[in-house]
């Protein structure tokens, strides 16, 4: 198994950036492909961005095209999301997701706790 942890969120402007990291415990890190989901007030959970196992391919949900840039550090067990431009839209709680197999679809196996990004206009 895998514990993943979370951190980086907070309260941004508009036109803003911020950087999401989670971090997994355990020694196998490179067996997991990994992604963002994120759930904002009165909506389900929603495919953000994930990254497979050797980091060579990402995939990303339309509406963070261009915007949002997820990535690995195998030297620190973690992955992170880079978020730019930031829109009011993109308040939410983001969950960091691990799978052993890629895509990670709806329900991958393996959560964080999740942080709370929130961006005012």
């Known amino acids: 198994q895998v514990q993943l942890v979370e951190l980086g969120g907070g309260l941004v402007q508009a036109g803003g950036s911020l950087r999401l990291s989670c971090s997994a415990s355990g020694r196998t890190f490179g067996t997991y492909a990994m992604g963002w989901f994120r759930q904002a007030p009165g909506q389900e959970r929603e495919f953000v961005a994930d990254?497979?196992?050797?980091?060579?391919?990402?995939y990303y949900a339309d509406s963070v095209k261009g915007r949002f840039t997820i990535s690995r550090d195998y030297a620190k067990n973690t992955v992170y999301l880079q978020m730019n431009n930031l829109k009011p839209e993109d308040t939410a709680v983001y969950y960091c997701?691990?799978?052993?197999?890629?895509?990670?679809?709806?329900?991958?196996?393996?959560w964080g706790q999740g942080t709370q990004v929130t961006v005012s206009s």
């Open positions: 997701a691990a799978s052993t197999t890629w895509p990670l679809g709806a329900y991958p196996p393996y």
């Open positions: 990254i497979t196992w050797s980091g060579g391919t990402t």
